[in-house]
């Protein structure tokens, strides 16, 4: 093809100059000045097109270049990975209030990430420091939970909703987990771990106060490395869709029964086995334990009160034997986790400021790609041209969507969409859509000429849209492949409004 293509060229020079000189017998027969100077502008032009012509005949022509890709092994390294994707996200957000706020949360996970992999910890990094929070509906008896996790009374307790009116966390040291004791989580040795506990606000608090702070909790416990899901009944309706919502994450946690001094023996079996029973396809059998937090105190037979110990031995075995055995995993699921979601709102944040990117990037090449068929109006060079750009115009279109593509794999892009639109016969509906628009607008022989280059701009458009799509849905043409994008495009921009407003730009730029 590109020895035709030379051949062609050729022929076209050899007219090229035998019409030039036709011309210029023709100019100085009136004004020899006038003819040198015509002749001349005319093969800047020419020199221009064809300098363009060779710039993008170049790139798509030039050899392909290996890429070596070395892909995470461990799951650190995975975190670690995503991490650095999230950070190069956040780095193209132009909001920069919403890029500092994003990236300071990128920041946090990244020192917690360094400290799990290095195995530090201490009082400012929460490198190997366990994550767990307390959650449920209002009055469940968190806070109680938490007294008792502690050994002592951090924080009041009342049975009236809306008592943590905002998070609290505790910092308690446990011994090394590889032989702690079950009885407890207060440390009994030098050899310590850390462990940071949070008391969250109440689900379904009324008041927008209470909504706030609704989703306050629904946002740490998102953050847990483990959670302790905490009810005093049975699940109800919306404590279920939280439970199913926050599994379906990936959160590791454990459903904890309060209040059960409140029951006899044999109604405690019942209960513990409906919700097992409830929640089986969510959760282990063992995940679901009974607790009593904060017993009811008892009369003494001389009139007294005592208050009873916590009853939560069945609870502190589960966490501790989750912590032994699936610790490190935790943090770094969790991690990996949250810079997902960290990802997610990355994205939503760009999605907007691409698409104007994107459109900017579209509306330049489907020009760029007018004037160098206009100036190479031959069959087997337009198709070469046209591919060209369009490459190029993927490659730009890549970089916006923060996606390294090669200037090897944007040809062959540009070569299977080119393929696509020709089987389409998009071409020749695209001449007979622009000419009535263009004999409207503009006298005839005028209108004759702009066709194919306004052509060329519309379907380069169409091109540019159908590579926006593959982009966006991360190189992914979809489950009806190319053609339905293209289609899809095609028929989305071919409304009256939008090539009536197509049709005066292009006037404006191209007479």
Do not use: C
Not at 132 to 152: D, Q
Not at 437 to 454: D, F, H, M, P
Request: proline content about 3%; cysteine-free; overall charge neutral.
């Amino acid at each position: 093809m590109v020895a035709v293509a030379t051949l062609i060229s050729l022929g076209v020079l050899l007219t090229a100059v035998s019409s030039l000189g036709q011309l210029y017998g023709a100019i100085a027969l009136i004004s020899p000045l006038l003819a040198q100077a015509a002749i001349a502008l005319i093969s800047l032009a020419l020199a221009a097109a064809v300098g363009i012509l060779a710039y993008y005949s170049w790139l798509f022509l030039r050899p392909k270049r290996k890429r070596i890709v070395t892909l995470p092994q461990s799951p650190d390294q995975v975190a670690a990975v995503s991490l650095q994707a999230v950070q190069q996200q956040v780095s193209q957000i132009e909001d920069e209030i919403a890029r500092q706020a994003l990236a300071a949360r990128s920041q946090v996970l990244s020192a917690r990430l360094r400290g799990q992999m290095g195995g530090q910890i201490d009082e400012q990094s929460s490198g190997s420091t366990f994550q767990i929070v307390v959650f449920g509906l209002g009055s469940a008896g968190k806070t109680a939970l938490v007294n008792a996790l502690l050994g002592e009374m951090a924080a009041p307790v009342a049975a009236t909703l809306g008592t943590t009116q905002s998070a609290q966390t505790y910092r308690i040291e446990v011994p090394d987990l590889s032989r702690s004791s079950l009885s407890g989580l207060k440390a009994r040795s030098q050899d310590k771990a850390a462990v940071l506990i949070t008391d969250t606000p109440g689900l379904l608090e009324a008041s927008a106060l209470g909504e706030a702070r609704s989703q306050a909790a629904k946002a740490l416990a998102a953050a847990a490395d483990l959670l302790l899901f905490v009810i005093d009944n049975d699940l109800h309706r919306v404590e279920y869709e939280q439970l199913v919502t926050l599994v379906g994450m990936g959160k590791r946690l454990l459903l904890v029964f309060n209040k059960r001094d409140r029951y006899l023996p044999a109604e405690r079996e019942q209960i513990l086995q409906r919700l097992q029973e409830r929640t089986h396809q969510l959760l282990n059998r063992e995940d679901v334990v009974m607790v009593a937090a904060y017993p009811s105190s008892a009369q003494l037979p001389d009139g007294s009160r005592v208050q009873p110990d916590p009853e939560i031995t069945d609870l502190v075995e589960r966490m501790l034997s989750i912590l032994r055995q699936e610790g490190t995993d935790l943090i770094v699921s969790n991690l990996l986790l949250q810079s997902q979601q960290l990802g997610e709102e990355a994205r939503s944040l760009l999605s907007i400021q691409r698409q104007q990117q994107a459109e900017t990037i579209v509306d330049r090449y489907q020009w760029i790609g007018a004037g160098v068929l206009a100036a190479t109006p031959l069959p087997v060079i337009d198709m070469l041209a046209t591919a060209a750009v369009n490459a190029q115009m993927v490659v730009e279109l890549s970089r916006v969507y923060g996606v390294e593509v090669s200037i090897e794999e944007a040809k062959a892009l540009a070569v299977s969409l080119a393929k696509t639109m020709a089987a389409l016969s998009l071409a020749k509906g695209t001449m007979k859509l622009l000419a009535v628009g263009l004999q409207a607008n503009v006298a005839t022989a005028i209108a004759s000429k702009l066709l194919q280059g306004v052509s060329a701009a519309y379907l380069t458009r169409i091109a540019g849209k159908s590579f926006m799509v593959y982009f966006q849905a991360n190189q992914d043409w979809g489950d009806r492949g190319i053609q339905a994008v293209v289609e899809q495009q095609y028929q989305l921009n071919r409304r009256d409004a939008f090539v009536k407003q197509f049709l005066h730009s292009a006037i404006e730029k191209m007479t």
